[in-house]
């Protein structure tokens, strides 16, 4: 067996090994700084720049990307009735964002290194976007709407990046600030929103009985519409007023989580994972809701509750069910084979919980619930790791390629 032949044989297979490493790589770097200021285990570790912002960073930019262009590089090209790329549309930008990354962590212990790092990362970023764009205009479909908003979404992404670096490099809290903003808010809430809007429904009706497919397209403009409303907000510095724009997008996410009928997803545990993990994105809405709400009342409330709603509730949850139907179907494997994401989905939501009820918890020491919803998600993580991540090392069972 060619091992490099193998692994470089599909998009999803190196960037999903990718993103499972860096999943495990970025938290262990937080739970490490964690473990000192939260935990107080031992004494503070120091870092070239805020221990903040290099999270945010790694997680915002670093993680979901991987496994965001594994997704649009095996996806999109199908959902515009293309044919599947080829290597040299997806290698160089691997090794570019790999490349990146690691020197990223090499700047950990080299400040210069941090921001040439994601300036590496970002060239290979825009080489997977161009590889994406070309296959969308080259499309003679119809029906590319959802394909130009995720290559909307990844532009911006692509842009906030360069930017956080930055921030970083001239240590300017204003564009590290908006850096996440707009990662957040004009790029991973748009994509996975985006996918969750075009699939869920899909693969409902591949296996519910008699299932209504609904794909409305007003309730999908006005959760994108809010996006950039609390992008625009937040960037203005009006966050007593984010609840316009949090509470109507909150409201519509959750009525369509009841519309696409949650209650008929547990036939199937991996529709149940995607059902249940579309639930987040209306909380978390409504949690930054509340908590402008608050704001405007004078009150400080949450901390960041609703941000970890959003990026582990909802992006994280999203992420782990298809990561799996992805990894599984396009590795030979029937999706129905895999017994242990299920079981990892429900630990997660604790993880979930435990992280957004820190911010209201005061237990000192080993017990802090942040530091123990670090842990978790590494826990989660590794298991999920290793039962998939050997599937990208080795050829598809069924003989198929790919």
Not at 115 to 125: E, S, T
Request: net charge positive; with cysteine.
């Amino acid at each position: 067996m060619n091992l490099r032949h193998v692994f470089f044989a599909a998009p999803h297979r190196v960037m999903f090994f990718a993103g499972a490493l860096q999943a495990l790589f970025g938290m262990l770097f937080w739970a490490s700084d964690l473990g000192a200021r939260y935990a107080g285990l031992y004494e503070p570790l120091s870092w070239p720049a805020p221990a903040v912002w290099l999270h945010a960073a790694l997680m915002i930019y670093g993680l979901f990307t991987f496994f965001i262009f594994g997704f649009l590089m095996t996806a999109l090209p199908k959902w515009v009735a293309q044919g599947p790329l080829e290597q040299r549309h997806y290698v160089p930008a691997f090794c570019l964002l790999v490349a990146g990354w690691l020197t990223f962590y090499a700047g950990l212990l080299a400040a210069p290194l941090l921001p040439l790092g994601m300036a590496v990362a970002a060239a290979g970023w825009w080489l997977g976007w161009q590889s994406l764009f070309a296959c969308v205009r080259a499309s003679m479909s119809e029906h590319k709407t959802h394909a130009w908003v995720v290559l909307a979404a990844l532009a911006a992404g692509g842009a906030g990046l360069p930017l956080f670096a930055a921030g970083i490099a001239l240590t300017d809290a204003t564009l590290v600030a908006v850096a996440i903003e707009v990662g957040l808010w004009l790029f991973l809430v748009p994509v996975f929103f985006t996918v969750t809007y075009r699939m869920l429904p899909f693969f409902s009706g591949s296996v519910i009985r008699g299932y209504d497919e609904y794909r409305g397209r007003l309730p999908y403009w006005i959760v994108l519409a809010c996006c950039a409303g609390h992008a625009l907000l937040a960037g203005a510095g009006w966050r007593e007023w984010l609840w316009l724009a949090d509470a109507t997008g909150g409201a519509t996410a959750l009525w369509l989580s009841w519309r696409w009928q949650l209650r008929k997803a547990f036939v199937s545990h991996l529709l149940a994972m995607h059902h249940l993990a579309s639930v987040w994105l209306g909380v978390a809405l409504l949690l930054f809701a509340a908590q402008s709400l608050a704001a405007l009342a004078g009150v400080a409330w949450g901390g960041r509750a609703p941000l970890h709603a959003l990026t582990v509730g909802y992006f994280a949850s999203i992420l782990i069910g298809m990561a799996t139907r992805v990894t599984l179907g396009h590795s030979g494997r029937l999706i129905s084979s895999d017994v242990w994401s299920w079981r990892l989905f429900w630990l997660f939501q604790a993880v979930a919980l435990l992280r957004i009820a820190g911010e209201w918890t005061a237990e000192a020491g080993a017990f802090d619930a942040v530091w123990l919803s670090a842990l978790g998600w590494l826990a989660v993580f590794g298991m999920w790791g290793r039962v998939h991540l050997s599937m990208f090392l080795k050829p598809r069972p069924d003989g198929r390629p790919g």
